[in-house]
């Protein structure tokens, strides 16, 4: 197992790696796990395929385990990078610039890196966001992007919540929250419409990176940010409007209301709104196989 050196809590990103490998299903066959250095500080993804580059890019407090499902599908039909965000997963713990833009330009140095010139973008919750701003940094380069119910500017939820745990007293809850088993496990069940679709491993993969130290620092700096962030991607939504997007939305998402969805449409020419009945905000776990037809659809078309 190779190790995670170079920043903070190190030692626990390699101990913590080996338990979320042990508790999650191996990787799909044809993928890999693989580094870069960006910025001086290392950065973890999954790569496996070949074809059209797509970037995956997970959502607030999920990394590349997010896309499990997804990965050996998605790679019969292109080159695929699902990346664990600085300050996320197994990736070094640094204090870059973790706004949308912070974040998207940390990604358009790693695509430079790979040398990949256009490519797909998929993106989910934060993530969507994250791929808003970073399409919007060279439209040019962005031949489809497809979101899974996005932050938005037109979505409530995040307005009320995000200020209050981000400053005194609700940033003091966040580390105690984080790491509190019960809280995990009843918040991946609001995720989903129906918890009876939650797989063996999923409580243990997505607890295994939050005990490393700054993972808690490290979110409570994103929900800082957040309301500024929004209103940035609704200042950046017509640079990428003329991008080939498909909008996709599970109907009984609590995080990311539905409702959001119909405006966030009226910004882009040529965007498609693909509902997924009886589904709540994690389609790409919940029902993975309508989930990947819908994108491998979209982006084969």
Not at 24 to 44: K, N, Q, T, V
Not at 235 to 257: C, F, K, M, Q, S
Request: with cysteine.
């Amino acid at each position: 197992m190779q190790r995670l050196q170079g920043g903070p809590g190190w030692r626990h990103t390699t101990i913590l790696r080996d338990s979320v490998q042990s508790a999650a299903p191996p990787l799909p066959a044809g993928i890999r796990e693989a580094w870069a250095e960006i910025d001086g500080h290392r950065m973890r993804y999954l790569t496996g395929g070949s074809g059209r580059p797509l970037l995956l890019i997970h959502g607030l407090m999920g990394y590349s385990f997010s896309w499990r499902f997804n990965l050996e599908n998605l790679a019969a039909h292109a080159a695929v990078y699902a990346v664990d965000l600085p300050g996320t997963g197994f990736s070094e713990r640094c204090r870059l610039n973790c706004t949308l833009r912070g974040i998207a330009r940390h990604l358009a140095q790693f695509l430079d890196q790979l040398r990949v010139e256009e490519f797909d973008l998929l993106g989910t919750s934060h993530g969507g966001a994250v791929a808003v701003l970073l399409a919007s940094l060279d439209p040019a380069r962005v031949r489809r992007m497809v979101l899974s119910a996005p932050a938005n500017p037109w979505s409530p939820y995040g307005r009320f919540l995000a200020p209050f745990l981000s400053r005194y007293p609700g940033r003091f809850a966040v580390p105690f929250l984080a790491r509190s088993e019960a809280f995990l496990k009843f918040q991946i069940r609001r995720m989903y419409a129906d918890p009876g679709r939650i797989t063996p491993g999923t409580l243990e993969g997505y607890a295994a990176p939050v005990a490393i130290p700054g993972t808690t620092d490290h979110v409570v700096r994103i929900l800082r940010s957040w309301l500024g962030d929004l209103d940035e991607m609704r200042r950046v939504l017509p640079a990428v409007a003329d991008i080939p997007t498909l909008l996709l939305w599970g109907e009984n998402d609590l995080p990311v209301r539905l409702l959001s969805a119909a405006p966030l449409q009226a910004q882009f020419h040529r965007a498609e709104l693909r509902v997924l009945n009886g589904v709540g905000h994690l389609p790409y776990e919940e029902v993975p196989h309508d989930f990947n037809q819908a994108v491998i659809e979209f982006l084969t078309r």
